[in-house]
């Protein structure tokens, strides 16, 4: 003799007020909707800008010089902005040295808008290459504007 399963009301019944109190709960956990009154403000962005104006440059006794200004032309402050320079062979597929310097005044400082720094480098480069070629870049902003001298 098999039984048959049939649902019981007290099975119904706790279904249902499962499922109430499941919704009753969803309900206080999202709430109703609420209106926005204000727009949500933009985001501000600071435009973070370093120019290097290199003022002279010269290879002497297995060191190269470069002696330049570096301006900040952006909007906002930059803390210690360190400044890399790359020294390449004439070829620019082999990298002779490479060394980084900090402008004056401006290690673990902030270089506020439109100040002006000088910044000297001395990389010592181990062979004595007929053609030197060199170039900057910066970790800490996105964006360097280098002018060589005419």
Request: contains cysteine; negative net charge; aromatic residues 12%.
């Amino acid at each position: 003799m098999e039984k048959e399963n049939k649902p019981t009301n007290i099975g119904i019944i706790g279904t249902l007020i499962i499922l109430a109190l499941m919704g009753y709960f969803a309900f206080q956990c999202v709430g109703a909707p609420k209106e926005i009154t204000s727009p949500t403000p933009r985001p501000t962005y600071s435009f973070s800008r370093l120019q290097l104006d290199v003022q002279s440059s010269k290879y002497k006794y297995g060191y190269l010089e470069v002696h330049g200004i570096v301006t900040n032309t952006g909007d906002s402050a930059i803390y210690s902005p360190e400044i890399v320079i790359h020294v390449w062979d004439k070829t620019e597929k082999v990298k002779l040295a490479e060394d980084s310097a900090w402008p004056a005044g401006t290690l673990l400082k902030y270089m506020q808008p439109g100040e002006k720094a000088a910044v000297d480098f001395y990389v010592m480069i181990g062979s004595e290459p007929l053609v030197i070629r060199y170039s900057f870049t910066t970790p800490d902003v996105p964006y360097l504007d280098v002018n060589f001298p005419k």
